[in-house]
């Protein structure tokens, strides 16, 4: 299965990419911590994409389209895979496109603004990918990532300003590109849930039915 997953910034895409890729045994990409993972070493990759990321702004279309690309050639992709964050500019779309990829289901986990800004206050992330929430999805141990026992912390560009920028570029850039996959008939949307468990429910009965 050849799945995209879409969402605003704090949906909670990321932790359902994982869920997906457990259960269905295929990878998954994040974009996202991929331009992190390179920010923190201090690749010149990480270096182009730090402004754009801090100051909430998508970084630059070829860069994250080469990304993909070299991913997606790999033969880990070979069974299947879940694209998190991307594609995230109409270009990005286009470009899948273009590289034959076969895409099987768009799912968007579907999260109102207001709600979005309440839950990014309270997200705290791990160096290891794994996501956490102080009141929804609290650590085992306080401050400590249950899968690698690391220190978590607070993404910079969850600060609310960059939140609310962040918003606005989904709104301005990204849905565009849920309405292409609409109109496709690729579209799943699901209700993002208070409880993670409970949106993994919901994703996992409509890739059911998509399965057939
Ligand atoms: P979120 O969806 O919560 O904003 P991500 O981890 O998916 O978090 O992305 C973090 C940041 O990385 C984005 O705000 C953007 O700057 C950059 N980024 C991630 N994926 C892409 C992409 N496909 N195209 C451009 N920029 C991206
Ligand atoms: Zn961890």
């Known amino acids: 299965m050849n799945l995209i997953?879409?969402?605003?910034?704090g949906a909670g895409k990321g932790t359902q990419a994982e869920a997906i890729s457990a259960r269905e045994g295929i990878p998954a990409l994040s974009t996202g911590q991929i331009l992190r993972n390179a920010l923190k070493a201090g690749t010149e990759l990480g270096l182009t994409a730090k402004t754009y990321m801090e100051a909430g702004g998508l970084v630059p279309d070829e860069i994250v389209i080469g990304i993909v690309k070299e991913y997606l050639d790999s033969d880990e992709c070979a069974k299947g895979f879940v694209l998190d964050g991307f594609p995230r500019s109409a270009a990005q779309a286009e470009a899948l496109d273009r590289l034959g990829v076969r895409i099987d289901a768009v799912l968007s986990i579907n999260v109102s603004d207001e709600r979005i800004v309440r839950r990014m206050s309270g997200r705290r992330v791990?160096?290891?990918?794994?996501?956490?929430?102080?009141?929804?999805?609290?650590?085992a141990v306080d401050g400590i990532?249950?899968?690698?026992?690391r220190k978590l912390y607070i993404r910079p560009d969850d600060r609310p300003e960059t939140v609310m920028k962040r918003l606005e570029t989904y709104h301005e850039q990204t849905e565009p590109v849920i309405d292409?996959?609409?109109?496709?008939?690729l579209l799943v949307e699901v209700e993002g849930q208070e409880k993670v468990e409970d949106t993994t429910e919901l994703v996992r009965r409509a890739l059911a039915d998509i399965a057939g």
């Open 180 to 185: 292409f996959y609409r109109r496709r008939g």
């Open 145 to 149: 990532c249950d899968k690698c026992g």
């Open 126 to 139: 791990c160096e290891c990918g794994a996501s956490y929430h102080l009141d929804y999805l609290p650590p």
């Open 5 to 9: 997953i879409m969402g605003a910034p």
